[in-house]
């Protein structure tokens, strides 16, 4: 959705070293904002944000216009089922909605045979790998590890409106999954225990509110009671008026 970062711009290597074309699209949409979400004031910087293709050498990059992509009389979109309910969709109902039918849409348009997708928005991740298999699109969906600060700070668009203050207390969310990780390879295989140890790290004086932390079967998103396989630690957060989400993929033998 535009305001480039480091995170955008591996992405962009990755499709790089992999495809003969590359393209990125840059589009913030409004079919995925809430009414009273940042629509209006989410950072756009597109002079930057083209220099920023131009300097890890895009083909292409397609800018499409919200009265192009959903003109006069606009009435279809997409849904995925379960996945879409829980965590991020409980406290956001239209989000994923918006996304997976944008995300059609532009599948649609530029018939990509990859798509890079980033970690850091690993639902997202797993609802886009589950529309292009249902809808039997022909794309192949890479996920690409999450960009971080030397601190483990996830890097996101929306870091622009935080304060030092707030970001240090945003980055108590990566700590908590980073201790969650720690109890998990120490051998702790109860769902709640490693949660309540998460929590703890949240509660100790952050000022901030929490959303959910939780941990699921890495495909499906299941909230597991006993740990085993691939696993997703999931987390959100609110700090101030800026919330923040992050997740960690334990991998169980």
Same mark, same amino acid.
Do not use: M, W
């Given at each position: 959705m535009g305001a480039l970062h480091a995170g955008h711009r591996a992405l962009i290597r990755r499709a790089r070293r992999t495809c003969g074309t590359v393209v990125v699209s840059i589009f913030v949409n409004p079919l995925q904002f809430g009414p009273a979400e940042d629509y209006?004031?989410?950072?756009?910087?597109? %002079? &930057?944000?083209?220099? $920023?293709?131009?300097?890890?050498? /895009? +083909?292409?990059?397609? =800018?499409?216009?919200?009265?192009i992509l959903y003109p006069r009389g606009f009435q279809t979109t997409v849904a995925v089922g379960m996945l879409s309910q829980r965590w991020e969709g409980e406290h956001r109902p239209t989000h994923f909605?918006?996304?997976?039918?944008?995300?059609?849409?532009?599948?649609?348009?530029?018939?990509?045979?990859?798509?890079?997708?980033?970690?850091?928005?690993?639902?997202?991740?797993?609802?886009?790998?589950?529309?292009?298999?249902?809808?039997?699109?022909? %794309? &192949?969906?890479?996920? $690409?590890?999450?960009?971080?600060? /030397? +601190?483990?700070?996830? =890097?996101?668009?929306?870091?622009?409106?935080?304060?030092?203050?707030?970001?240090?207390?945003?980055?108590?969310l990566y700590q908590a999954l980073s201790t969650g990780k720690e109890a998990i390879a120490r051998g702790t295989r109860r769902a709640d225990s490693v949660e309540k140890k998460m929590a703890r790290v949240l509660d100790a004086g952050h000022g901030l509110t929490v959303d959910y932390l939780a941990c699921c079967d890495a495909r499906t998103l299941e909230p597991l009671a006993r740990l085993r396989g691939t696993v997703v630690l999931l987390g959100a957060i609110r700090v101030g008026g800026v919330r923040f989400i992050d997740n960690l993929i334990v991998r169980i033998r």
């Open positions: 209006r004031r989410y950072p756009r910087d597109l %002079s &930057r944000d083209l220099a $920023c293709c131009r300097e890890e050498n /895009a +083909d292409l990059v397609f =800018l499409p216009k919200a009265d909605e918006g996304v997976t039918t944008v995300v059609t849409k532009l599948l649609n348009l530029v018939r990509p045979d990859r798509a890079f997708l980033g970690q850091k928005d690993y639902q997202q991740y797993c609802l886009i790998r589950q529309l292009v298999k249902d809808l039997d699109l022909d %794309s &192949r969906i890479t996920l $690409c590890p999450t960009v971080r600060d /030397a +601190d483990g700070f996830a =890097l996101s668009s929306r870091n622009r409106y935080v304060t030092k203050t707030e970001r240090q207390q945003a980055l108590a």
